[in-house]
């Protein structure tokens, strides 16, 4: 989990980073369960509001393939 002032310079570096260019992140929790890794609910929520604004969210939830391999 993240502590106040982590989530804010995880959020300084996404929304920088966004007015530049591409930005790309894995996850394997839904954005609702965010607020479970970070203290602040107000921060995560401009956090993904700006990670979903014209963006393409790819819904990933197969099986592994890595775990079929094996």
């Known amino acids: 989990s993240f502590n106040r002032h982590q989530s804010e310079l ?3 570096v996404i929304s920088d980073r966004a ?3 591409s930005v790309m992140i894995s996850s394997n929790l839904e ?3 965010w607020t479970e890794l970070f203290e602040n609910p107000t921060l995560i ?11 393409h969210i790819l819904n990933m939830n197969n099986p592994s393939y890595r775990m079929e391999q094996g």
């Open 19 to 21: 007015e530049k260019s």
């Open 10 to 12: 995880l959020f300084k």
């Open 45 to 55: 929520t401009a956090l993904v509001d700006r990670l979903t604004f014209r963006s």
């Open 31 to 33: 954005f609702s369960r």
